[in-house]
């Protein structure tokens, strides 16, 4: 017999906690273990609705539970926003490559993130922290529009920080409101003034395709090399694995080839940032 691809774990929603006012994070238990790697992404079925691709933002080394932090856009993620404890999903994968850690011994390592793109990154620098020896410096620029649209609020503002001292976090909002404290302006306003050797150095942008776009500008213009930059890329997707030809990209398959990219290697597809 033949198992089929498409079949779903079963997997218990353990809690939900809310992020902000759109994005939500799951906390399940597969029935089997599912383990993944930073950057790689798994399919959420909700029986009977449909399923949609997320990336784990839990430590990759977790191995009981995953955490998931969706932002709801539709109606598989509006259907996944009214989940309640003791409720059942789909969980199939994980699908895609991962960060390439090891290329990122040994260097001052940069993690640019916006919105809901902070959830990729979130599982990559516990990986990088797990191991955070290996690496030189950890720098983290965390992006949001308001103070109340910023994610994993507590961590970031208080408790990343204190983690190893190789670890500078940078947190900026868009716009600011009257309690808060922190920095206001455009996520790349975080590039300025970087501890870095920029020769030794590599940075992985997640968010929005605008914000990807201006971030990974700004990056060049800094003098990164475009072979010192990775990004994870979001298209439509629908069987995850290379199969259906939704989620092309240029010659590639963002399921299969990706979701992670270098960018030297995607820089001149026209339709990268849409
Ligand atoms: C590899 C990968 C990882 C992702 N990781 C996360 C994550 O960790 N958290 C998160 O909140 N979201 C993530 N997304 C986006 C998420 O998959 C979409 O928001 C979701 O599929 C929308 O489904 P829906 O049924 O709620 O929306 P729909 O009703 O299908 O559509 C709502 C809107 O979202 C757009 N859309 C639909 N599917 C996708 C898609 N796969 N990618 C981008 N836009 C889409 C549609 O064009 C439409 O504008 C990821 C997408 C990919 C491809
Ligand atoms: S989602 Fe089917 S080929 Fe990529």
Known sequence: ???????????????????SPTIRTVILKPEEPLRFKAGQFVEMTIPGLGEAPFTPSSSPHEKQKLEISIMKAGKVTAKIHDLKKGDTVGLRGPYGNEYPLSDYEGKDVLLVGGGVGLAPLRALFFALVHDVKKYKSITFCCGAKTPSDLIYKESVLDKWHKLDKRIDLRVTVDKKDKDWKGKEGLVTTTLDNLKVDLKNSVAIVCGPPVMMKFSTFK?????????????????????????????????????????????????NIHEIWD
């Open 1 to 19: 017999m033949i198992d089929n691809p498409y079949k779903p774990i079963k997997t218990e929603v353990l809690d939900i906690c809310e992020e």
């Open 219 to 267: 990056l060049i213009e800094l003098g990164y090399k475009e072979n010192q930059v990775y990004l994870s890329m979001e298209k439509n997707m629908s069987c995850g694995f290379g199969k259906c030809g939704h989620c092309r990209l240029g010659n590639f398959y963002v399921c299969k080839d990706g979701p992670v990219f270098r960018y030297d290697k995607i820089s």
